[in-house]
C-alpha cells in the first residue's frame, strides 16, 4: 500500500513538473540573479538551480559551476525533494552516498544546503541548492532568506503556465486577427490601385486629383497597419512555434551528451522539404524527451538511438511526425499491454540505472492531451520504435 502511494504521488510530481512544458537549457538568464543571490545569501562558491524528472537531473540555472544533465540517481537533489523544508550536509566526503560521487572526489564538495521547489498544490519539482568546498554553518535566518528565494523561483515558473494558458487564448486570437488582415488587404489594395490609376490621367479639376492623393494615403496607411499586423503574428510564431530544424537543434541540445555518455550514438534527422512548416511547441520537449531519456536508459553502450521528424499533409489535416528507434533492451508484450498502469514498467537500466516506471504512462497521456497518437512496437533484447502523430493546424 505504501508503495502504491509512492508511485502515485511520484507520477503526480513528474506529471506537474511536464505541465511546466520547459526549456531546460534556455532558463540560465532568466534566474541567473536568484540562483546569484541564492549563494550570495548562503555565503557558498556555488549555487544551483536543479529540476528533476524521472530520468534526470537537470541544472536549469548556475552561479560559478557548469553543470546542465546528471543521472536522478547520482544526484544529492533527489534527496532533498523527499524533505519538508530543506536537506543540510557538512560533509559529503564523510556521506556514504556521496563521497564516491566526481563531484566531491575530483570537484571537492564538502557543504550541501538543499531547498525543496514545491508548487502550491505542494509537488516538489526540483531544489534551489548552495554549495562550498569548505564546511560551512548556515543560520536559520539565512535558511529562511533561501527559501524566501526558492519561492520566488516558483512563482516565475508557475507564471509561466498561465502564460501558455493565456496564450492559447492569444493563438485563438492571432488567427481572427490575421484572418481580419488577409481580408482587408484585398480591398484595401484596390482602392489604392484605382487612385493610382487615376491620379495618372489627365484631369481637369485639381479638387478631383487632391481628393484621390487623400484616399491613396489613407490607402497606404492601411496596409501599413495589415503588413504590421501580420508581421508581429510571425514574430510570435518564432516564439511559440517550431520549424522541424529548431526541433532537432533543441533534442540534440538536450540529450547528445547524455547518449555520449553512456557511449551511444544518438542522431536526429528531418525532412529538410518540409522545413518551412512551424507547428506549436507545446508539450513537444516533455513528450519527446521522456521516450528519448527512455531509450538511452536502456539502451546498452555502443547502442544507437535515431530520430526521425517529418510532417505529412494528408487530406482531412497536416500532422507532425515523430519517429525514435533503439536497439536495447526492449519491451515484452505483457508489459506494453499494461504500460497505463503507474510503475508497472520500475526495472533498472542497461547500466544499472535506478527506474521509477513513470515516463511512458506520462507520455501517453500528454499525447492524448494534444489529440495526438502513439504507437509503441517492441520486441525484448532487439529493441523498441516509438512512433507519435500530432495533428498540426494547417
Given amino acids: 500500500m505504501e508503495e502504491v502511494k509512492r508511485m502515485n504521488a511520484e507520477y503526480a510530481r513528474i506529471k506537474k513538473l511536464s505541465e511546466f512544458d520547459l526549456d531546460y537549457g534556455d532558463l540560465q538568464k532568466e534566474f541567473q540573479n ?75 564538495f564538502k557543504y550541501y544546503l538543499g531547498i525543496p521547489l514545491k508548487v ?35 512563482k516565475k515558473l508557475e507564471s509561466k503556465i498561465n502564460l501558455d494558458s493565456l496564450q492559447d487564448q492569444l493563438d485563438k486570437a492571432i488567427v481572427q486577427r490575421n484572418q481580419m488582415a488577409h481580408d482587408v488587404r484585398g480591398p484595401i489594395g484596390g482602392i489604392l490601385g484605382l487612385a493610382t490609376t487615376a491620379e495618372n490621367e489627365p484631369l481637369e479639376q485639381n479638387e478631383f486629383s487632391l481628393y484621390l492623393e487623400m484616399i491613396k494615403g489613407a490607402a497606404s496607411k492601411l496596409l501599413d497597419l495589415t503588413d504590421d499586423i501580420l508581421e508581429r503574428h510571425k514574430e510570435q510564431l518564432k516564439e511559440n512555434y517550431f520549424i522541424l530544424s529548431e526541433f532537432k537543434e533543441h533534442l540534440e541540445d538536450l540529450y547528445a551528451i547524455p547518449a555520449l555518455n553512456k557511449r551511444i550514438s544518438f542522431g536526429v534527422v528531418f525532412n529538410q522539404a518540409k522545413n518551412q512548416h512551424s507547428f506549436p511547441r507545446r508539450k513537444l520537449l516533455p513528450i519527446v524527451g521522456n521516450i528519448i531519456a527512455n531509450a538511452i536508459k536502456f539502451t546498452a553502450p555502443k547502442g544507437k538511438i535515431a530520430v526521425n521528424l517529418d510532417i505529412i499533409d494528408e487530406e482531412v489535416d497536416v500532422y507532425l511526425l515523430i519517429e525514435v528507434k533503439d536497439n536495447g533492451r526492449g519491451i515484452s508484450e505483457e508489459k506494453l499491454q499494461r504500460l497505463r498502469e503507474i510503475g508497472v514498467g520500475s526495472e533498472r537500466g542497461t547500466n544499472d540505472e535506478k527506474g521509477y516506471g ?35 493546424s494547417r
Fill in 34 to 108: 536568484l540562483v546569484e543571490l541564492a549563494a550570495h545569501i548562503g555565503g557558498t562558491n556555488i549555487s544551483l538551480i536543479n529540476l528533476i524528472d524521472s530520468h534526470s537531473q537537470w541544472t536549469v540555472s548556475s552561479y560559478c559551476y557548469k553543470l546542465f544533465e546528471m543521472d536522478r540517481e547520482d544526484s544529492i537533489c533527489q534527496y532533498t525533494i523527499q524533505s519538508e523544508r530543506s536537506m543540510e550536509i557538512h560533509r559529503l566526503d564523510q556521506d556514504t552516498r556521496f563521497k564516491d560521487k566526481p563531484y566531491v572526489k575530483n570537484d571537492g
Fill in 120 to 154: 502550491r498544490t505542494g509537488e516538489p519539482i526540483g531544489a534551489l541548492c548552495v554549495i562550498d568546498q569548505e564546511e560551512m554553518n548556515i543560520s536559520e535566518e539565512k535558511k529562511k532568506l533561501l527559501r524566501l528565494v526558492a519561492d520566488e523561483i516558483i
Fill in 358 to 392: 513513470l515516463g511512458l504512462q506520462l507520455v501517453i497521456e500528454m499525447v492524448e492531451s494534444i489529440k495526438g497518437k502513439l504507437n509503441i512496437q517492441s520486441e525484448e533484447n532487439k529493441g523498441t520504435t516509438v512512433k507519435i502523430k500530432i495533428p498540426i
